[in-house]
């Protein structure tokens, strides 16, 4: 035989190997990423081909529950109090924020270039102890608001004595004012307002001059620090605590500012019915003169802002035995928010795995339907956005640290509109994992707990990267008022059913 006869013999080998490896490639291909169930029962291949394919449906039984610890890390503030119609429950919301000092940031201007009316001056004393802040204000800015932004609300900003701290879990619950967290000493910061969301008790020129809606409280009435040192109003603390060569290390990062300067604000409900705030940023506004000349000064303006990169924390007070009518009901589950009632399902795990210990689920598509509403509600509440689901006795450490969804034991969902509800396209890791509890458990003689099999629907918040790809970064408590009704499974019915897919090879 020739060189060449070989080596055409060798090619035509070698592609008859590569189109069999291609058919075998594709059938996986196809078995893995085809989430229908129109091929339910049939095999892609024959019998004495390498891989079959079959699916299955099994129903799945559904309950709701009261939402127990949920962890305040919203990066919205809300404030407010509204009577919730499906429940009959009064939600009262109010939230705490600290703020954000740059890393060794300049926040004042050099001392000399602070304008100190010369009348005024004494050269005998320090001049950082003569320094004035001409006013100062706390503005909350709102996003959006829920209920009648016409309802007159009234606000209270209170001191911190001590601030809340990065490695401590706060929950929905946590209250300042039963913990001894608030200054009550005279001097203190406690100012009031009366305010509505659409902003009406301002005069129609304030109105005009901004867009935004915003609650202004003034910090300007004299403020005593807790050494007893009297200022005129609170931004002249800031500022000659700025200035004070033993204090100005303090404004060097958040942390010290918070433990030496201010350790943050309580914003709470006083008075009024019928609206909730979601306040999306607050900031304190400090204004001193400025000269730019030599017989002419200007008011220029300092801000500390609270944001969701420090710490900010909504308490929401509400009677949680007012759950019970909703969870009591056996027509359907509810997901609503915030910090009310969860859904939990039970996965049938044994039935799933059953006279498939040979194979491999490539996919478990599981869909929750929604049930429309059909009462007339003066608050509506808007549908849940996005659902997270987990293994119910991983909740409480998902959230604690601060976990995101890996799609391995944690998913995400949104709402469609389209199917009216929520799709998990594929949670054949999470399935896995479960069986293998179970089996691990069996193997030992040990028991399993009694959520071994469960999975809780939790209404969530998001946060992606905006770099070039779209990645998850944040998964939290979604604290808006979103409220809606799922299908309720039951194991002899169909109302909420997962597809799974399972491929085996041919010995």
Request: proline share 3%; hydrophobic share 35%.
């Amino acid at each position: 035989m020739t060189l060449q006869k070989i080596t055409l013999n060798f090619m035509n080998l070698f592609k008859n190997i590569y189109f069999l490896i291609s058919v075998i490639t594709f059938s996986v291909f196809a078995a893995s990423c085809d989430d229908t169930t129109d091929t339910l029962g049939m095999s892609l291949t024959d019998k004495a081909d390498i891989i079959s394919v079959m699916a299955e449906e099994y129903n799945i039984a559904s309950h709701s529950v009261a939402a127990s610890k949920v962890v305040s890390r919203s990066r919205i503030g809300y404030l407010g109090k509204i009577k919730d119609t499906e429940t009959d429950n009064y939600i009262t919301c109010n939230y705490m924020t600290q703020f954000h000092v740059m890393k060794d940031s300049v926040i004042f201007p050099s001392i000399d270039k602070v304008y100190i009316e010369p009348e005024k001056y004494d050269a005998s004393i320090e001049k950082y102890k003569q320094i004035e802040a001409d006013s100062c204000c706390f503005i909350l800015t709102i996003s959006n608001s829920f209920g009648d932004s016409l309802a007159l609300m009234k606000v209270s900003v209170n001191e911190l004595s001590i601030p809340y701290e990065e490695n401590t879990t706060y929950t929905t619950e946590f209250d300042p004012e039963a913990e001894g967290m608030i200054r009550t000493d005279n001097g203190s910061v406690h100012s009031q307002m009366a305010y509505t969301t659409a902003n009406y008790v301002y005069t129609e020129k304030q109105r005009q001059a901004s867009s935004t809606k915003k609650i202004n409280i003034s910090l300007n009435s004299p403020y005593t620090d807790k050494e007893g040192n009297v200022y005129n109003n609170y931004g002249t603390y800031l500022l000659r605590n700025y200035f004070d060569p033993a204090h100005k290390d303090y404004y060097s990062n958040s942390y010290k500012f918070a433990h030496n300067i201010c350790p943050g604000f309580y914003v709470k409900h006083e008075g009024g019915i019928g609206n909730v705030a979601s306040i999306i940023s607050s900031q304190v506004l400090v204004y001193y003169r400025f000269p730019i000349k030599e017989d002419s000064v200007i008011v220029s303006t300092t801000s500390f802002a609270g944001t969701e990169e420090i710490i900010q924390k909504t308490t929401i007070l509400q009677d949680k035995e007012k759950f019970n009518v909703l969870i009591n009901d056996n027509s359907c589950t509810y997901i609503k928010s915030p910090a009310s009632v969860f859904t939990e399902l039970i996965l049938p795990i044994e039935n799933i795995t059953t006279n498939h210990e040979q194979d491999t689920i490539n996919t478990a598509r599981l869909f929750i339907p929604r049930i429309n509403d059909t009462e007339d509600n003066d608050l509506s509440l808007s549908i849940p956005n996005t659902l997270l689901i987990l293994p119910t006795d991983s909740v409480d450490s998902f959230f604690d640290n601060r976990k995101v969804a890996d799609y391995r034991t944690s998913y995400i969902a949104t709402y469609s509109s389209t199917t009216n509800g929520y799709t998990f396209s594929n949670i054949s890791l999470l399935i896995s994992m479960m069986n293998n509890i179970r089996k691990e458990a069996i193997a030992k003689g040990k028991t399993l707990s009694e959520n071994w099999n469960k999975v809780t629907l939790i209404p969530v918040e998001t946060a992606y990267s905006t770099e070039s790809t779209s990645t998850l970064t944040k998964v939290t408590h979604d604290m808006s008022f979103a409220s809606t009704k799922l299908k309720k499974g039951e194991e002899d019915s169909e109302n909420i059913k997962i597809s799974v897919i399972y491929s085996k090879f041919h010995e």
